[in-house]
Every structure is written in C-alpha cells, then in structure tokens.
C-alpha cells in the first residue's frame, strides 16, 4: 500500500473504528474526483465520518444541515447590490469549499437538492448568469436517512448519479462499540485529529491515481457488465455511460490506493456493487418482488467472465 495512504487511512482509524473497508471506499471515492452518499440509521457515526476526512486531509469545510427550510441560495449562494460600486456583489454560499457535508440532504426539497448537481458535474455555480468556479478538489460527502423516516423524500435519479459511491456505515461490531464507549466516555478523538496532507499534496495524489494504466481488456469487461445491467429482466434502466467511466475511475483509485500501478479485473468487480447499484432503476415486477438491486448486481458480476490479463 502507498506509504501515504496508508498513514491517511491510520488517523482516519483513531476516530472511525471497525470500518477499515468503508473508510478505504470513501478514500477512494475522493482520489477518483467524486462524491460519496452515505445512507444509514441516525446515530452510526456518518457526520462523524465526514468531519474526519475534511480533518485528516486539511481540506477546507462546511456544513450544511439540510432541512424543510433549506433554500437553493444556502448552497450555491446569491448577488446583493452594493450601494459603494453600485453593481451586484457575489456572496458564496456553503458550496464555495474544499469540502462540503451535506448533512441529511433528503430532508429538502427538490429545488434545492438540484441546486447542487451543476455544482457536483461541472465544478462551478451559476448565480444571476455568472459563473464562478469552485475551490479544487471540490468534494460532496452526503448524508441520508433510511426512506421511510420521518421527513425524508426520494432523491431523485438525476441526483443519485451524481453520487460515485453509494455506502452503508452499518452498526459496529461488538469489540468496535466496547472500544467506542471506553475512549469516548470523556473525549471527543476528532480534537486530537491531525492533518496528514496538505490540499497540495492530496491534489498530487489525485493527479497519481488518474495516471494508472488500464489495458483494453479491462474497458471491454466493464462494458460487458454495465450492458448486463440494461438487459436484466428486473432492470428498467441500467447503468448509464457517466456510471461505466466512474467504475473506472475508481477501480482506478482502488489500484493506487493498493500499491499498483496499473488496473486489475478484481479492482473493477470490488468497486462495481458501490459504484452502480444505486444507479439502478428497478422494473415494477423487480420492486413487486422486493428485489434489491446489490443482489442484481452481484448476480451480474457472477453471470460475467472476468478476463484474464497476461504477463
């Protein structure tokens, strides 16, 4: 593993503990340039999560905890008129950082969940017809409640797939939650948190991740997949072509963060159920059946060979 990484992902483990894989993801996720959804019951530790990456990689941050209320000008911000100049003055709104926590972004409304997709694509607002662009890298760390829970709505498809990976906290296990209640009894570990990178640094790392080589071999397996999830019978819509470049981009970031180099089959199919799974629009007979689209995928990858690269 590069050396680097694996002191990033050691401060990271000091406050999010038992959830090696889920941290790794997320790493990855931010190396491959994308935006990471975190769904889960309140309480697991996603805000948690998200404040330490912004710590640990010395990136600047804000929070914004999305509500009924939540208007698009908190994101994107607005022009007030300036009597000293007199013209119209751009005030930044909350997406005018490095990276931006967007705390239970299914609590409000449409109109201003789409407010942040022209930001999330293109890397940049538009406010009264002028664009101004966002700090780089500009990353979105997104937290959901279980649909279903008091005051929550769908987001919608055009949202979700500006989302790279879509991740579950899950519960800790036994050992991880005795560990939690001994050392935070007193403390709070986020203020003992240290910046391993610089916003510098954490760009080269960016810039060595989409340096890795990747063979044809490996872009026809992709296709061969993602053309799997449009001709399922319980898919109504399969993964897009913006989701089959993000399988790549991360299985990318997966590589580099690994040690290598170079791309492997077993990068792409590791990245694949957290990259595309919530892209899915499920057929009615597939939500009749309460089918869920991980096991789609996961059937899917089974049903695909895999190639086998040469030395």
């Known amino acids: 593993m590069n050396p680097k990484i694996n002191e990033i992902l050691q401060e990271i483990e000091t406050v999010i503990v038992g959830k090696r894989e889920n941290v790794e993801k997320i790493l990855m996720a931010v190396l491959a340039g994308g935006h990471v959804l975190m769904e889960d019951v309140p309480g697991v530790g996603k805000t948690t999560t998200a404040m330490t990456f912004a710590k640990v990689l010395g990136l600047q941050t804000r929070r914004v ?179 089959a470049l993000t399988v790549c981009r991360v299985a990318k970031a997966r590589a580099f963060v690994l040690g290598r180099d170079y791309m492997i089959p077993e990068d792409v199919a590791a990245v694949f159920p957290d990259v595309c799974a919530h892209r899915l629009v499920l057929s009615t007979k597939a939500r009749m059946l309460e089918e869920r689209p991980e096991n789609i995928i996961r059937s899917i990858l089974d049903s695909v060979n895999m190639p086998v690269l040469r030395q």
């Open 65 to 243: 905890q999305f509500t009924s209320d939540t208007v698009p000008s908190d994101i994107i911000g607005y022009s007030v008129y300036d009597k000293d100049s007199g013209c119209f003055v751009y005030k930044p709104g909350a997406v005018m950082t490095n990276l931006l926590l967007a705390d239970e972004i299914n609590r409000t409304s449409s109109k201003t969940q789409s407010a942040l997709l022209e930001c999330m694509e293109e890397l940049h607002v538009t406010v009264d017809g002028e664009t101004h662009e966002l700090p780089k890298p500009f990353v979105v760390l997104a937290t959901q409640n279980p649909v279903g829970s008091a005051g929550t709505t769908l987001l919608p498809s055009s949202q979700l797939d500006r989302f790279m990976v879509k991740l579950s906290m899950g519960y800790p296990d036994f050992k991880s939650q005795v560990s939690i209640l001994r050392d935070r009894h007193s403390t709070n570990p986020l203020d003992n948190l240290k910046s391993i990178v610089t916003i510098d640094e954490l760009r080269q790392l960016i810039a060595e991740a989409s340096q890795v080589e990747v063979v044809d071999s490996i872009y026809e397996y992709v296709t061969r997949l993602t053309q799997a999830t449009r001709a399922h019978p319980m898919v109504a819509l399969g993964v897009s072509p913006r989701g």
